[in-house]
Nanobody, 122 residues
């Protein structure tokens, strides 16, 4: 079973930036597509971004396109989410996930991390 651990969340002001990290173990990291999802209190889990196993293809939700960047470093077994121009609407628990497809659907992913909290205040 793949194990995922997110980090990098915190409390920031609107307009600030954060970089989330996710470290993976349990299987060859480069074998999987990676995704980021987020869930605000009382809301459904929403797609944020996904990246292919080779890193050559990335897909973003419209709500974060142009502000967030997903990347991966297979040598370090890590995936990142660089978040710029943060707004209060970005406040959520952010989850890292792995799967065989670069999918926008949470049910296509096999493994999930515990989540890291991001709070953006105005």
């Amino acid at each position: 079973q793949v194990q995922l651990v997110e980090s990098g969340g915190g409390l920031v002001l609107a307009g600030a930036s954060l970089r989330l990290s996710c470290v993976t173990s349990g299987r060859a990291f480069s074998s999987y597509s990676m995704g980021w999802f987020r869930q605000a209190p009382g809301k459904e889990r929403d797609f944020v971004a996904t990246i292919s196993w080779s890193g050559d293809i990335a897909i973003y939700a419209d709500s974060v396109k142009g502000r967030f960047t997903i990347s991966r470093d297979n040598a370090k077994n890590k995936v990142y989410l660089q978040m710029n121009s943060l707004t209060p609407e970005d406040t959520a628990v952010y989850y890292c996930s792995s799967g065989y497809l670069s999918s926008q659907h949470y049910y296509d992913y096999m493994s999930w991390g515990q989540g890291t909290h991001v709070t953006v205040s105005s």
